[in-house]
C-alpha cells in the first residue's frame, strides 16, 4: 500500500503510481503520473481486480508512506539503470568501441555502489517499521540462547587451542605484556557473556544485541592478539599481503564514501527498528 502510494482502496482496479509526492498530511499523492489499473494488473492479473489502501490500515499501524514510496522507486530505478549499462555496454561492444567509450566508463564508475544502495533500498522498503513482537520475539529469545551457548563454546576452543598452535602464540599470551591481554580479553568476554543472558532473560532488547557485537569485537580482537602482523599464519605478514599503494589509493577512496554510507544506514535501521507493531498485521 505504502510502497505503490495507495492511500485510497481502489474496488475497481488500482493504477499504477510511477512518480509523485506523498502527502501524509491529506493522505494522497500530489502531481500523480500514473498509468490506469497497471497495479491491479500486475498485482492481481486483473484489470480490475480490487486493491485495499491505507485508509484500511489504523493510522497507529501506518508506516511512514514517503520512506517506502521512495525507497522502492530507488531500488527499481536503479534496476532499470543497471539493464541501461548493460545494454549500453553490449551495443559498444558490437560496434567494437567499448574501450574507447569514455562516457560508458564515466557512467559505470558512476554506477559502482548502484548494487549495495539497490539492495539497501530494497530491505528498507520490506521492513521499514516492523519488528516482532509477542510470541514471535519470545521464540527469537530461545534461539539466541542456544546460539550464545554455541558461540561461547566456540570461542572457548579456539581460545583455548590456538595458543599451543604456534611457540610464538604461547609466548605472546602468556607473557608480559601480551599477558595482560590473557586476563582483559577473556574478563571482557566472561562480561559480555554474562550480559547477554541476563539480558534475555530480563527481556531487554538493546543489552543482548549490544553484549552479542561486545563478543565478536573480543574474538577478532583476540585473533590480532595472537596472529599480528602476520595475515596467513605463520609466515605471511599484512605488509607482504598488502596491494601495491596505487591499489590502496584507490580501495582508500572508495572507503571514505562507503563507510559513511554503511554507518549511516545501519544507524538508520536501527532506529526503524525502534517501533513495533502486530506480527500478525502483514505488510502495509
Same mark, same amino acid.
Given at each position: 500500500m505504502a510502497m505503490e502510494g495507495h492511500y485510497d482502496?481502489?474496488?475497481?482496479?488500482?493504477?499504477?503510481?510511477?512518480?509523485?509526492?506523498?502527502?501524509?498530511?491529506?493522505?494522497?499523492?500530489?502531481?500523480?503520473?500514473?498509468?490506469?489499473?497497471?497495479?491491479? !494488473?500486475?498485482?492481481?492479473?486483473?484489470?480490475?481486480a480490487p486493491l485495499a489502501g491505507l485508509d484500511t490500515v489504523p493510522d497507529d499501524e501506518e508506516p511512514p508512506v514517503a520512506v517506502v514510496f521512495w525507497s522502492f522507486r530507488i531500488m527499481v530505478g536503479l534496476g532499470f539503470?543497471?539493464?541501461g549499462i548493460g545494454g549500453w555496454s553490449l551495443w559498444r561492444r558490437w560496434r567494437g568501441t567499448l574501450y574507447e567509450a569514455r562516457w560508458l566508463h564515466r557512467a559505470s564508475a558512476l554506477m559502482g555502489p548502484s548494487?549495495?544502495?539497490?539492495?539497501?533500498?530494497?530491505?528498507?522498503?520490506?521492513?521499514?517499521?516492523?519488528?516482532?513482537?509477542?510470541?514471535?520475539?519470545?521464540?527469537?529469545r530461545g534461539h539466541?540462547?542456544?546460539?550464545?551457548?554455541?558461540?561461547?563454546?566456540?570461542?572457548?576452543?579456539?581460545?583455548?587451542?590456538?595458543?599451543?598452535?604456534?611457540?610464538?602464540?604461547?609466548?605472546?599470551?602468556?607473557?608480559?605484556?601480551?599477558?595482560?591481554?590473557?586476563?582483559?580479553?577473556?574478563?571482557?568476554v566472561a562480561f559480555s557473556a554474562w550480559s547477554l543472558f541476563m539480558g534475555l532473560k530480563e527481556r531487554a532488547e538493546?543489552?543482548?544485541?549490544?553484549?552479542?557485537?561486545? !563478543?565478536?569485537? !573480543?574474538?577478532?580482537?583476540?585473533?590480532?592478539?595472537?596472529?599480528?602482523?602476520?595475515?596467513?599464519?605463520?609466515?605471511?605478514?599484512?605488509?607482504?599481503?598488502?596491494?601495491?599503494?596505487?591499489?590502496?589509493?584507490?580501495v582508500l577512496a572508495g572507503t571514505v564514501v562507503l563507510i559513511p554510507l554503511i554507518l549511516g544506514y545501519t544507524a538508520y535501521a536501527y532506529w526503524v527498528f525502534r517501533g513495533k507493531v502486530d506480527p500478525h498485521g502483514g505488510y502495509h
Open positions: 482502496s481502489h474496488p475497481d482496479g488500482a493504477p499504477l503510481i510511477l512518480f509523485g509526492i506523498p502527502n501524509p498530511r491529506e493522505k494522497r499523492i500530489d502531481y500523480a503520473i500514473q498509468i490506469p489499473k497497471a497495479s491491479s !494488473l500486475i498485482l492481481k492479473h486483473s484489470l480490475d539503470a543497471m539493464l548494487g549495495f544502495v539497490s539492495v539497501l533500498a530494497g530491505w528498507i522498503t520490506t521492513e521499514v517499521g516492523r519488528q516482532p513482537e509477542g510470541a514471535l520475539q519470545e521464540r527469537m539466541a540462547r542456544w546460539l550464545g551457548m554455541g558461540t561461547l563454546a566456540a570461542i572457548g576452543l579456539v581460545s583455548v587451542l590456538t595458543p599451543f598452535q604456534d611457540p610464538v602464540y604461547f609466548h605472546r599470551w602468556f607473557n608480559l605484556p601480551g599477558s595482560i591481554f590473557s586476563v582483559i580479553v577473556p574478563g571482557a538493546a543489552r543482548p544485541f549490544l553484549a552479542a557485537l561486545g !563478543l565478536f569485537v !573480543l574474538s577478532f580482537m583476540g585473533v590480532g592478539v595472537s596472529f599480528y602482523p602476520h595475515i596467513v599464519p605463520p609466515s605471511l605478514t599484512i605488509w607482504q599481503a598488502a596491494a601495491p599503494d596505487e591499489s590502496l589509493s584507490f
